[in-house]
């Protein structure tokens, strides 16, 4: 069974620190991976992807990959309560291409 | 707002009823998709549509029909629903599979 795992949280951060949100995956023949932001009672907004083992950088925003450990994290730097929702880690699987998906970490910030 | 567009935002009808969920996007994307999220949880996929032909059906109840009437259109029917298919219903496209995929804003369906 291919998974994506995330811890569902809720992660507390106070405003201006780092938000460090982590995923890990089952299977090794995932190249792909997606960052989505949801807030309470809306869509999924894609916000960062990344496909290759290292980081990437967008704005407040950086994309870990390392395939060797396995695992996808997304660090958001000087958070502030806009950033409060659902972070949802989704990895494609190469095989069909479809997306699998974790079950999504709540983050919230503290004024 | 988004560039994949859904129709109605809200729904509520009878178990009897017979209704239909539209998208349409215009970013020239060629893989179309329909998921079901149920709160707290993930998106669930049901559809995958790539170049107007059914790809992926992920063992859907027959009381939920896609039809994708063109590369811009993609409706999902519904008929004799369960309380329990009470959901968010989304629409999204990609320009290919497996490449990121962009949401509509939902369908809030409501089966009384």
């Known amino acids: 069974q291919k998974e994506v795992e995330q811890n569902s949280g809720p992660l507390s951060v106070p405003e201006g620190a780092i938000a460090s949100l982590n995923c890990t995956y089952s299977d090794r023949g995932s190249q792909s991976f997606f960052w989505y932001r949801q807030y309470s009672g809306k869509s999924p907004e894609l916000i960062m992807s990344?496909?290759s083992n290292g980081d990437k950088e967008d704005g407040r925003f950086t994309a870990q990959l390392n395939k060797a450990s396995q695992y996808v994290s997304l660090l958001i730097r000087d958070s502030q309560p806009s950033d409060s929702a659902t972070y949802l880690c989704?990895?494609?699987?190469?095989?069909?291409?479809?997306?699998?998906w974790g079950a999504g970490t709540k983050l919230i910030i503290k004024p | 707002d988004t560039e994949v567009t859904q129709t109605p935002k809200h729904l509520v009808m009878g178990m009897t009823n017979k209704k239909s969920l539209k998208c349409e996007q215009h970013m020239g994307h060629r893989a179309m998709y329909w998921y079901k999220q149920k709160a707290k949880k993930p998106p669930e996929l049901m559809f995958v549509?790539?170049?107007?032909?059914?790809?992926i059906n992920e063992s859907v109840p027959s009381r939920f029909s896609p039809e994708c009437p063109n590369s811009s259109l993609l409706n999902l029917h519904l008929h004799a629903l369960q309380p329990e298919d009470s959901a968010l219903y989304l629409c999204?496209?990609?320009?290919?599979?497996?490449?990121?995929?962009?949401f509509g804003d939902g369908t809030r369906l409501s089966i009384l």
């Open positions: 989704a990895g494609k699987m190469d095989s069909n291409y479809q997306l699998i």
């Open positions: 999204a496209s990609s320009q290919d599979r497996g490449q990121p995929q962009h």
């Open positions: 990344i496909y």
């Open positions: 549509y790539s170049y107007e032909k059914l790809s």
